[in-house]
């Protein structure tokens, strides 16, 4: 069978707005050139569309014209790696979508340990940004509660009160087991973040952890994150202010 053949017989199994890559065409490394050729083809034809380099979609047709794939989608190629997640959306676009801010970034960060990710989908910029440990599908909402705290200082548009009460839920409704693996990666975290998770837990009386993380903070270091006791009742005990 030639390559354009395999590759047509493929495309057509993929779903109308789901995004591909080379690699999830299963092309050997001795078919790139046919098959790089045989895709320009079919965009030629519009049957898919680039979204990123080396990424592409099956466009969705309605009565009101084209629809892209939503963002989530367009950006899993650089999240998944045959099929196991290495990266997550951390930064502005995340805040957003936890609800902690209004404002719409311009620039996507994508956080892994294991590559830097760095293209542009659209008119958008995706930059790299770091992991503090290895993501995974488990655990990558846990990191996402652990940035949101590291970077609570410089989230534009941030209703303080709001945000403490957005995160304490999110932090809340964890299982046990997922709480004590939050705990053990935010021992990875800076030390502001590291404290700001403890006077979290306080005020929601979940003692799991707690020593460990007192432990690991220098009694003298103070965190200056524009709190007070009426916005975080604990944040006296765990030096924020």
């Not at 999830?24 to 895709?39: H, R, S, V, W």
Request: charged residues 30%; positive net charge; aromatic residues 8%.
């Amino acid at each position: 069978m030639k390559v354009a053949e395999k590759i047509e017989k493929k495309i057509n199994r993929i779903k109308v707005g789901t995004t591909f890559s080379y690699q999830q065409l299963g092309i050997a490394m001795d078919e790139y050139g046919a098959a790089t050729k045989a895709i320009e083809r079919f965009i030629r034809k519009g049957g898919i569309k680039r979204a990123s380099a080396g990424v592409f979609y099956k466009p969705k047709q309605t009565a009101f014209g084209e629809i892209r794939p939503r963002e989530e989608e367009l950006l899993k190629p650089y999240l998944f790696e045959e099929g196991k997640r290495i990266a997550y959306v951390t930064g502005g676009s995340l805040y957003n979508l936890m609800g902690l801010t209004t404002q719409v970034p311009k620039t996507i960060r994508v956080a892994s340990r294991e590559k830097r990710v760095i293209t542009k989908i659209g008119k958008t910029q995706v930059k790299p940004a770091k992991s503090y440990v290895d993501v995974t599908n488990e655990n990558y909402f846990m990191l996402e509660i652990l940035d949101a705290l590291k970077d609570f200082k410089t989230i534009p548009d941030l209703d303080k009160k709001s945000a403490i009460r957005i995160l304490g839920a999110k932090i809340d409704s964890l299982a046990e087991t997922d709480l004590a693996r939050l705990l053990k990666y935010a021992l990875k975290y800076p030390p502001r973040t590291r404290a700001f998770l403890g006077a979290i837990l306080s005020v929601l009386k979940k003692e799991i952890g707690l020593v460990n993380l007192k432990a690991s903070l220098n009694p003298l270091s103070k965190f200056e994150l524009g709190l007070n006791e009426e916005a975080l009742s604990s944040a006296t005990n765990w030096n924020i202010y």
